[in-house]
């Protein structure tokens, strides 16, 4: 049992079962061991390896999303640009590398990086130096203003509750203590649910549901902001519009483990249903969600990648080992990110944006939801 494992169960013999989004949030955020909290687990030597991290392509076109609807929205001169969860930051600085072209921008922008980490807060500030980044606890310190905002695999670490269905009741997915030593799962006892209930009309019997609240708040939060004072906002994660089922799952290494195998050790998450975001949106346009492949090659990521591949090729072709291996690299990056066995449909773009303003760059105006129904 990990050191946290045994504060866990100190906890569980003290106060009794665990929900789920308590267990995640202790996992995830502990001061002491949490898994962010002392750790970078990004890349092929960590747990995980996220989009940014494969390819500058993927940073370089949202830069290039964000300052055209900055543009389209009338170029404020002073806005917030907001990231959520930035990890390395590697997302952040590809994209201001594009995005500084457009005159203005860089200057009018007010960098804040929203992250509890302070091991990842370190990893940022050695990238984003230059770009003078501001940090904020959460989405309430930011300051007011225009929004425009990237959340790119954030709304799946945000702690989540499950419940299964039983008859006209549901029960709650709790952790406690196994014996002889150890966690479990178990279910609480069956309570009347009608949100649950409005939410999920359709699920069968024995159906696993799973409800965030942080997540929805957020996105509550990024709405109103952007409803009332102007801006865009991208949310890119796994997960799809709607749906049931238990999508927990724990990472390390690059492998899947049990989610109460390591306790603090391993990434815990879960996907994102997009249609609570989009409805806790309200008062914002919600457009999409897209398959993340489809809203990078609208974006011109194949452009892009013969761009940067022919910038390594020779005229005539590569004709030595380094540089064929450099444009193979491009095109494996392409491929990770956008085909449909790889990135290109579990991971889905959501975007919002205010009233009244111009089309949103990726979507199709037919993707533009009148009303989250
Ligand atoms: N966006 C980055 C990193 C994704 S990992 C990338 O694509 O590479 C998740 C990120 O969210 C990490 O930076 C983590 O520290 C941060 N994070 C997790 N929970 C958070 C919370 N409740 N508030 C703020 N940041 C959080």
């Given at each position: 049992m990990t050191p946290l494992g045994e504060v866990?169960?100190?906890?569980?013999?003290?106060?009794?079962?665990?929900?789920?989004?308590?267990?995640?949030?202790?996992?995830?955020?502990?001061?002491?061991?949490?898994?962010?909290?002392?750790?970078?687990?990004?890349?092929?030597g960590g747990d995980f390896t996220t989009a940014p991290e494969i390819s500058q392509m993927f940073g370089e076109l949202i830069g290039a999303w964000l300052a055209e609807v900055w543009q389209g929205r009338g170029a404020p001169e002073r806005f917030v640009l907001a990231e959520l969860g930035p990890g390395r930051g590697t997302l952040m600085r590809d994209a201001l590398r594009v995005a500084a072209r457009v005159p203005g921008f860089a200057s009018a922008a007010e960098l804040w990086l929203v992250e509890t980490s302070p091991a990842l807060r370190a990893r940022q500030a050695e990238l984003l130096g230059p770009f003078r980044p501001n940090w904020a606890g959460r989405l309430d310190d930011l300051p007011p203003g225009p929004l425009f905002l990237v959340a790119n695999e954030f709304f799946d670490a945000l702690p989540a509750r499950?419940?299964?269905?039983?008859?006209?009741?549901w029960c709650e997915?709790?952790?406690?203590?196994?014996?002889?030593?150890?966690?479990?799962?178990a279910w609480g006892p069956p309570r009347p649910e009608p949100e649950l209930?409005?939410?999920?009309?359709?699920?069968?019997?024995?159906?696993?549901v799973e409800v965030n609240a942080g997540a929805e708040a957020?996105?509550?939060?990024?709405?109103?902001?952007?409803?009332?004072?102007?801006?865009?906002?991208?949310?890119?994660?796994?997960?799809?519009?709607?749906?049931?089922?238990?999508?927990?799952?724990?990472?390390?290494a690059h492998r899947f483990v049990g989610a109460l195998e390591d306790p603090g050790a391993a990434d815990l998450t879960t996907h994102v249903r997009f249609r609570a975001l989009g409805e806790a949106a309200g008062p914002a346009i919600v457009a999409g969600p897209v398959p993340q492949g489809v809203f990078l090659e609208r974006l011109g990521i194949t452009a892009r990648a013969n761009a940067l591949a022919r910038g390594l090729a020779p005229a005539g072709g590569p004709?030595?080992?380094?540089?064929?291996?450099a444009v193979e690299a491009i095109v494996r990056a392409h491929r990770r990110l956008t085909h449909p066995d790889e990135m290109g449909i579990l991971f889905r773009?959501?975007?919002?944006?205010?009233?009244?303003?111009?089309?949103?760059?990726?979507?199709?105006p037919a993707e533009i939801r009148a009303s989250t129904d």
């Open positions: 866990i169960e100190r906890l569980i013999a003290e106060h009794g079962p665990m929900r789920l989004d308590e267990y995640m949030a202790l996992c995830l955020g502990h001061p002491e061991h949490g898994y962010y909290t002392r750790r970078d687990p990004l890349g092929a499950q419940f299964r269905r039983a008859d006209m009741a997915r709790l952790v406690i203590r196994a014996e002889p030593s150890g966690l479990a799962f209930a409005r939410r999920f009309p359709l699920a069968p019997d024995g159906a696993i957020a996105a509550a939060w990024i709405g109103a902001r952007i409803a009332a004072e102007g801006g865009a906002a991208l949310v890119i994660d796994y997960g799809d519009w709607d749906g049931t089922g238990d999508t927990l799952q724990a990472v390390k004709d030595r080992g380094g540089e064929a291996d773009v959501l975007g919002l944006t205010s009233r009244g303003s111009a089309r949103l760059p990726g979507f199709d």
